[in-house]
């Protein structure tokens, strides 16, 4: 399988390509920069010598070549750039890990945003995509550490399409060599987005970095 | 400690008071009706026999008698009920962990409400009392059966005075014996409360009851 990260430059979307690549797979960083893409990709080889070729290029060259599209961007121009990309990305199967946060001297809080959530837009703005959300909760600096043990936080992974809920939850696997969990309809990541503003929350609260995982589900989802 | 529970007959307010009851809590529950309250507490009682007095009687003469309320009542009639009960509730915590939540053909959802939590819909109707939120992801069948081990089911708090956070943390570790979690301002009670709805939707999906467990803060907070 081939996945594109959009966003593939930012620390959320290369953390989980970088995962992805050691875990074996094909991965394309994108960004609107195919140099920058090409930079980031080269030193993540360099570093880690990943199992997985991993390389980076435009955002419409990488997503062309790719089966599956992961979302990675920061939700300011998230409409703009999903609108942009509606063409390349009309066929596919495309993940949202995209955050409506807000920042003030309260802390962290979720954007009321007119979608609900920023899957739920880009279902909109991608008629002709198959839109799944996942990797909201997994924090960019235990992703780049290829020693942190993720095993035990969970991807909870919402859609419409039970075949490619399948398709995301086997990626979450390989992200985190842990579980990837069906957390349920497509409309629950209005759920899912803003609970990262707790888990930031309390990383400032507790100096950590949090996680989530779901207790009362079986290893894999076996449940007997 | 005297703690009262609005919403003490439905099964998240008798459960979290009967465990109350069995850490040693002084615990009454309310109920619109004091004779279904009574009823109640004494079943509780009899069937468990717990080292905490448990007693049940009216909704206010509940709250007059306690230090901490904790409000557990469906979503629909909030906004009556907890204005009825303002003057009682005046000078008192209010832990609320009432989840709006809808249900259709597509599963559980958050409600979209005016002020985007019950926790703050209730901060703006009781201004002279303290309001956090807790409590909101333990599942009542759990919490009934006293054989289930809750240590690993994070209660998540959120408040704007510490010094009341603190005490519902207290209040959350002798619940389940496991960890109450600071999980940041008040307003995050938006997110905490649909995130039910996600472990509703996990809960049929994988046949089991799910709660929330919060990776990377070492057990009691300690991060040392």
Redesign the interface.
Known sequence: MTIAIIGGTGPQGSGIGLRLAVAGEHVILGSRDAERAAAEAATLVDTHRPDGRLEGMANADAIDQADTVILAVPYKGHAELVTSLADTLAGKLVISCVNPLAFDK?????M?IED?SAAEEAARLLPESTLAGAFHHL?AV?LHKLDHDLS??DV?VCGDDQESKATVIRLAELVTGGRG?????L??A???E??T???I???K?????????????RQN?D?K
């Open positions: 309260r802390g962290p809080v979720g009321q609900l924090s235990n035990h936080e909870l969990v069906d957390a349920g309809a409309r629950l209005r759920h899912l803003p609970f503003a707790v888990l929350s309390m990383n609260r507790y100096k950590t970095n949090t996680s989530v995982y779901i207790t009362g589900i989802g449940t």
